[in-house]
């Protein structure tokens, strides 16, 4: 058999996660013909395809090609690790750390996360991707991230939940709403003003449940699966929302809404780091851990937290 490089493997392994050759190269920030010659060698070698062809389709796996990629995938993952492990021989920590988060909360408290790391561990890059509840515990499952930041319910079968922080419900409200300069508000204050609902896979009607379930009657006029396109439409006086994680926005006290406790007994969300168990993780990624519960004990995570007075 003909040595492949690691950097060939990676290749095969785009294609087969992006399920083309124009999309591995983009991935990858590579030629398509890179990709091509790759899948070829390792097909010429394994006396099989891997891929098949299919016209508007793109790749599609074959049988014995999805044990290839599953070998592969697994390769690569300890390859990380070996490269990240060797990197840190001599005391001085390197490699990359891949996170995966939920795309409502990633902006609130990563970047913070990542600078503190950073200061003691400069030679570490990151890798982010966002997603929702479903794609960022499967990154964590195909081998895309070492660790993803997500609410307990997202975790899968085979990974751990390490909670960082809990988090109560509140309401976004327009400056202009008069409920807005109220210390703490209820869902049936809120029942009778039109709702703006964040709709991810998991999340839909997941906010607009809560009134249906304590009574109330809701008006749900528009929804968007982006967190920054609500608050825009709540500063427009569009309508309200509730959230969990606080919107950086509203740290900065710029925008033309406010974030309002709700004063309903509702438990708040449990959000925190997510992991493989019983995986052995490169040592970058247990010392990011590491920062994250030092952040977590010192109150770094409440900065997400919309909390009664």
Do not use: W
Not at 206 to 223: I, L, Q
């Amino acid at each position: 058999m003909t040595t492949l490089t690691i950097k060939q493997l990676r290749y095969v392994e785009a294609a087969g996660r992006t399920g083309s050759i124009s999309g591995a190269a983009a991935d990858l920030n590579i030629s398509q013909s890179s990709i091509t010659a790759a899948i070829d060698a390792l097909e010429a070698d394994m006396g099989f395809n891997i891929f098949t062809r299919v016209p508007a389709k793109g790749l599609v796996v074959t049988s014995a090609g999805q044990q290839c990629l599953t070998l592969i995938a697994d390769f690569l993952s300890k390859y990380r690790t070996f490269a990240a492990d060797l990197s840190a021989v001599g005391g001085t920590t390197g490699g990359v750390i891949r996170l995966a988060c939920f795309s409502a909360a990633a902006a609130v408290f990563l970047p913070h996360a990542i600078a503190g790391f950073q200061r003691r561990h400069p030679g570490i890059r990151f890798e982010m991707v966002e997603g929702n509840m479903d794609n960022v515990a499967g990154y964590l499952q195909d081998g895309r991230a070492d660790m993803a930041f997500t609410y307990r319910e997202a975790v899968e079968e085979g990974q751990v939940f390490h909670p960082l922080v809990e988090l109560p419900l509140f309401a976004l409200l327009s400056a202009d709403d008069p409920l807005a300069m109220q210390q703490s508000v209820s869902l049936e204050e809120l029942a009778d003003r039109p709702m703006i609902e964040l709709n991810l896979l998991r999340t839909h009607n997941y906010y607009s449940n809560f009134f249906r379930r304590a009574g109330h009657e809701v008006k749900v006029v528009h929804s968007s699966s982006s967190v920054a396109m609500i608050r825009t439409m709540v500063a427009a006086n569009l309508g309200f929302t509730l959230l969990n994680a606080k919107p950086i926005a509203v740290l900065d006290q710029r925008g033309g809404f406010r974030a309002v406790p709700l004063r309903d007994a509702i438990a708040p969300r449990p959000f925190g780091l997510v992991m493989q168990a019983r995986v052995r993780q490169p040592r970058a990624v247990a010392d990011f851990h590491a920062h994250c519960e030092e952040m977590r004990t010192a109150g770094g995570f409440e900065q997400m937290a919309v909390r009664l007075k």
